[in-house]
């Protein structure tokens, strides 16, 4: 399993995450800001949610 | 101060191949100093931990308008990163206001949102193209309009005026190529343009960028000026076009300079995501790389830099860095993650990037799936690289099909 948490502060809304996975990540209307919709993804959703982790611009994601 | 600097940008073998320099200067000399076109000397940084550091951290900042910062270019406004540019970016609390109400625009949905309608305008280039005959110039008819339309799209510019929004951006993104006097008037004329046309939507909206900005603005008192307003246009078009633009020539040269990158795409369409980010990655022909300035002590890369210091960050080395990047000289149409720097990274990263993505993937998939015979009409080291812009590219692409 692993536990998704995002940085509402450092990001800046560059949108990656959600190109990369829509069900785990969403952009809030108002400012574009990362919303976290899944903190403990699926399995299958686990090496995307990495990739976001990693190209995120900000450092905004982490995952335990 | 030693008179020998090397001077920077350097030299490219070929408009494809990387400067040797890059290579060199991340094993041996990390932080090396260079001198601009203006003259004056500056720091270069060229490993990936060092480029990203900087630039995501807020004080080494983007104001270059200081007394002792280095000038870029050798004409007194230096384009997209000269004085003038300096005092209409905001930074620090007005930076992050600005960037949260425009970035509610540029969402990844949103921009998935636009993809039909960039597709419908790739397949119409593309038609044109085709229907002129082969050889033809992608660079021109399709490379260049794809994005300007997008961007004249996005803020609502009726068709009719794309052509002169594509003459304002080049001027306005000279480095050496233009007189001062002409890179003054386009900016002047678009200006006066783009002035007009927020006052044309404020009267008559419509579902565009800057009408909702505006409607976000009088809802919220005044939350973004008339300039503002006119600057944040101004920002996309010199932040979108040509970058974008030149991005569709060199990721389309890259793919067909060795044709088994083509042809692994044509047989597998679905690598068309990670092969735009390694285009992106593999970039040997950026431009200029990112300027920064800061005014006090920072330790990079075990070097402690001065205040007053500016430093240039080349994301391009940054972007081939073994220590970083496995196999790093190889393009890997498959490599993730990718966690490239060629859109910047931190606060200032670049805010089209989902909309670069989109358009960059739409257009090599509409080419993928149009003309999947298509081959270089001339031979990879003969490409001819746009010379003198901030922004690297190609002056030409000769294909056929
Ligand atoms: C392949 C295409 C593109 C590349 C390589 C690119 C690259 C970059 C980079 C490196 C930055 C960071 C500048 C800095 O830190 O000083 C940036 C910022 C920016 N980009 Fe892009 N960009 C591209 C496409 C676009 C598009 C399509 C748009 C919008 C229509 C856009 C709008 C912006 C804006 C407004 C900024 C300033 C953001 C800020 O100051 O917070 N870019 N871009
Ligand atoms: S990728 Fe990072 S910076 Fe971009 S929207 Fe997601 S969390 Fe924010």
């Known amino acids: ?47 995307i949610v990495r990739e976001a982790e990693a190209v995120c611009p900000t450092g905004a994601i982490t995952t335990s | 101060m030693d008179i020998d600097l090397p001077e920077y940008p350097f030299p490219q ?27 004056d000397p500056a720091l270069l940084l060229t490993r990936y931990s060092d480029v990203r550091q900087v630039l995501s951290d807020p004080r080494f900042n983007r104001l270059l308008n200081a007394e002792d910062a280095a000038r870029i270019t050798a004409n007194e406004s230096g384009g997209v990163f000269g004085a003038e540019q300096a005092e209409k970016t905001p930074t620090g609390e007005a930076h992050q206001r600005w960037r949260r109400l425009v970035g509610r625009y540029f969402t990844a949905k ?12 790739a397949e119409r280039l593309l038609d044109e193209m085709v229907a002129g005959g082969a050889p033809a110039d992608l660079v021109s008819s399709y490379g260049f309009p794809l994005p300007v339309w997008v961007i004249c799209d996005l803020l609502g510019v009726p068709d009719s005026d794309r052509a002169k929004f594509a003459y304002w951006s080049d001027h306005m993104l000279s480095l050496t190529r233009y007189q001062q006097d002409e890179i003054n008037a386009a900016e002047q004329e678009f200006g006066r343009y783009i002035w007009a046309h927020v006052d044309a939507k404020r009267a008559d909206p419509g579902d565009d960028l800057i009408s909702e900005l505006i409607a976000v603005a009088d809802a919220e008192d005044g939350q973004l000026s008339q300039m503002e307003l006119v600057g944040t246009a101004q920002g996309l078009l010199i932040a979108g076009h040509e970058t974008t633009a030149n991005m569709i020539g060199k990721m389309t040269a890259m793919l067909l300079a060795d044709r088994s990158r083509w042809e692994q795409l044509v047989a597998e369409p679905a690598l068309v995501r990670t092969a735009v980010e390694e285009a992106l990655r593999f970039d040997a022909n950026p431009g200029f790389g990112l ?20 430093v240039i960050t080349s994301m391009a080395a940054a972007n081939r860095d073994e220590t970083a990047f496995e196999s790093a000289g190889d393009m890997d149409l498959r490599r993730a993650p990718n966690p490239h720097l060629s859109f910047g990274a931190g606060p200032h990263s670049c805010i089209g990037q989902a909309l670069a993505r989109t358009e960059l993937q739409t257009a090599l998939t509409v080419l993928l799936d149009r003309l999947p015979g298509l081959a270089l009409d001339v031979s990879p080291e003969e490409l001819p690289r746009r010379e003198g812009l901030i922004i690297g590219g190609l002056e030409r692409l000769m294909v056929r099909w």
Do not use: N
């Open chain 2, 13 to 39: 073998p070929t408009a494809l191949e990387p400067p040797p320099e890059w290579a060199e200067l991340r094993s041996g000399c990390p932080v090396a100093e260079v001198r601009l076109a203006s003259g």
């Open chain 2, 110 to 121: 949103r921009m998935a949102a636009m993809q039909p309608r960039i597709q419908a305008m």
């Open chain 2, 291 to 310: 300027p920064r300035y800061i005014t006090e002590e920072i330790e990079v890369g075990g070097t402690k830099l001065p205040p007053g210091t500016t």
């Open chain 1, 1 to 47: 399993m692993i536990r998704v948490s995002v940085d509402r502060e450092r990001c800046c809304g560059a949108g990656q995450c959600v190109l990369l996975a829509p069900d785990v990540f969403d952009q809030g209307e108002e400012d574009g800001i990362v919303v976290l919709l899944e903190p403990e993804p699926a399995e299958p959703l686990h090496g």
